[in-house]
């Protein structure tokens, strides 16, 4: 699903009603009845048992919550309607509104913080509705301001909260939280999602995020060119290379891993696991001599070797020319699980990254050995490269993910750097180097365990090898990843998951995506 920005929202709007005439107060009335309806259908009660509590600005976002207040009271709940803005500041549209209310004997009536009884009833109401502001929000809320008071009010309440379009203080292009912002319970957007909502700690205020029409013609929806999208299981499926029923091993892709050292074991037998649990034909995992031995314990379906070691147990840079060799025969190289950060290793890297031709999926810490040593990265421009960083990894490469612009970084970055770009974390960004930017859906807290981006390494290398493009074979891994951590949740909770577990569910995600 495309994620539209808040100049692109302008515009659909301003489109829709100076080119084909679609009167601003029918969109108004559309919106007001969409979140009035939202409010309706979470209602824990009858109408006639229920109340509300509608905060407003004084824009046409404000204008959508004095609408949804009147459609309420109509429908029997009580209601009152608080203006956090200025009244002589009220659009056209809002004050249209707010005379319609009023001749349902319903008046706006100002937002005062020292009022104990306008608090009690918003504490005391079943839905609270936040239309403070709209998705042109851009600077940081005043905390000292009414309109944080309101912010505040209404996340100490425990009735429902809706937000009308977005949730005042998230930021719309970003998902930044400009000072404060209210944590909606369902978010009621209109005509398209906003990125915002998509990412970040926009993602985690907007609740869930319904979107609805509100008359704008679907034409100019449909043709509204976005800078991101979502990744949905539709995506997913068609990133699964398909399957000739009379293959053998060597049609499915052959990978080579690269990692380990001592004290890190793990992480290499979790990338080979993942790769060969996701279809890839041959997978080869090269090991320091120091821990081979154990790495050939652990695995059976992946060919463990050894490989020359450095005085910590790490890889040694004498490791580069069987490395190279063995890359002849292979479709694509992951490296970096559980490779330690030792100079020799990092010095391996590094040629690895000059001199093969192959794919690589670059991950822990060989996205470290590049700190200093970006200009490798933009030598590879032309060849694949897939970085897979989580936030501190992607800021030793010297991004700044302060603002929490998650989304535009990574686009700038891949840009820049001709790579695909995997920003882990929470709602995994993927960018490719032609500026796309797609947002994955799934995967909870149960992923937030050590091995879980190793997991993700190999299943990455994996579709990669099998023949998905770059961009699908990153975007659909995450989109998989995310979905097996969400079926192992659900079987052992998210306290109890492992990045084992996950692997163990990939059938699961994997059936699912079967016939779409």
């Known amino acids: 699903m495309k994620l539209a920005t808040a100049a692109q929202m302008r515009e659909l709007d301003k489109t829709a ?28 009660d009858k109408p006639s048992n229920c109340r509300a509590a509608v905060f407003c600005g004084s824009g046409n976002n404000g204008g959508d919550g004095i609408g949804a ?87 100490q309440c425990r009735g429902t909260v809706i937000a009308a379009d977005i949730a005042s203080g998230v930021e719309a292009d970003t998902g930044r939280i400009l000072g404060l912002a209210v ?36 034409a100019l929806v449909r043709g509204a060119v976005c800078p991101a999208q979502t990744v949905e299981a539709d995506f997913a499926a068609a990133a699964l290379p398909p399957r000739k029923a009379d293959g ?6 052959k990978v080579l891993i690269a990692g380990g050292s001592v004290g890190y074991t793990g992480a290499p037998y979790l990338t080979a696991s993942a790769a060969v649990r996701s279809g890839c034909g041959l997978v080869y995992l090269g090991v320091p001599d120091s821990i081979w031995q154990t790495e050939a314990v652990k695995c059976v379906s992946a060919m463990p070797f050894p490989l020359p070691a450095n005085r910590r147990g790490g890889l040694s840079h004498r490791a580069l020319p069987e490395l ?53 990265l933009d030598q590879r421009r032309g060849r694949v490269t897939i970085l897979t960083p989580h936030d501190g990894e992607l800021a030793r490469l010297g ?55 190793d997991v993700l390494t190999g299943l990455i290398a ?28 659900k079987a052992r909770t998210a306290w109890c998951v492992t990045p084992e577990d996950v692997i163990a569910t990939f059938p699961g995600a994997f059936s699912e995506l079967q016939g779409i």
């Open 248 to 253: 053998h091993k060597g049609d499915f892709g």
């Open 17 to 44: 009603i100076e080119k084909r005439k679609i009167p601003s107060i029918d969109l108004m009335e559309r919106a007001a009845a969409e979140v009035a309806q939202a409010a309706l259908d979470l209602l824990p």
């Open 69 to 155: 207040a009147r459609l309420l009271f109509l429908k029997g709940l009580k209601v009152r309607v608080f203006l956090v803005g200025e009244y002589d500041r009220l659009t056209h549209d809002a004050m249209e509104e707010t005379g319609r209310l009023s001749e349902c004997g319903v008046e706006l009536e100002d937002f005062n913080p020292e009022d104990p009884a306008q608090a009690a009833w918003a504490k005391g109401s079943h839905i609270l509705i936040d239309a403070i502001f709209g998705v042109g929000l851009s600077r940081e809320i005043d905390l000292s301001s009414r309109f944080a008071a309101a912010v505040n009010l209404i996340n």
């Open 324 to 376: 190279l060799a063995r890359l002849e025969g292979c479709d694509v190289l992951a490296l970096g699980p559980g490779l330690g950060r030792n100079a020799s290793a990092q010095h391996l890297v590094r040629e690895l990254l000059r001199k093969t031709e192959k794919p690589v999926v670059l991950d822990a810490d060989g996205i470290n050995a590049l700190e200093g040593h970006i200009d490798i």
């Open 462 to 489: 994996s579709l990669l090898a099998q023949g998905a493009s770059p961009v699908m074979a990153a975007a659909g891994a995450a989109w998989l990843h995310g979905r097996a951590g969400d079926l192992a949740e």
């Open 399 to 453: 991004e700044d993910l302060s603002q929490g612009d998650r989304a535009g970084i990574a686009r700038t970055f891949a840009r820049e750097h001709g790579c695909v770009l995997v920003l882990k974390g929470h709602r995994t960004v993927t960018a490719g180097p032609e500026g796309n930017v797609l947002v994955n859906t799934t995967g909870g807290s149960g992923l937030a365990k050590g091995g879980s981006g």
């Open 183 to 218: 944590k909606a319970d369902r978010t009621v957007t209109f005509s398209l999602p906003k990125l915002g909502q998509a990412v970040g700690d926009g993602a985690l205020f907007s609740g869930e995020v319904t979107v609805h029409d509100i008359g704008i013609p679907a």
